[in-house]
């Protein structure tokens, strides 16, 4: 899933993206959903791992 959302009140750029990933010491494999917003400030990136199942 890639989403791109467009702000017009904030007027800022937003990007979702979710990939599964396991480091070496997860004990499993999580899903995890990253979120990048870009404005006049610069970049800000946000990440959330969760255990729930995909849509």
Known sequence: M???EVSSKTNK???F???LEGAASWSRVERI???VEVGAQGADTRFIVTNLAGS
Do not use: G, L
């Open 2 to 4: 890639t989403r791109f």
């Open 13 to 15: 750029v937003r990007r």
């Open 17 to 19: 993206k979710e990939f």
């Open 33 to 35: 959903i990253a979120r």
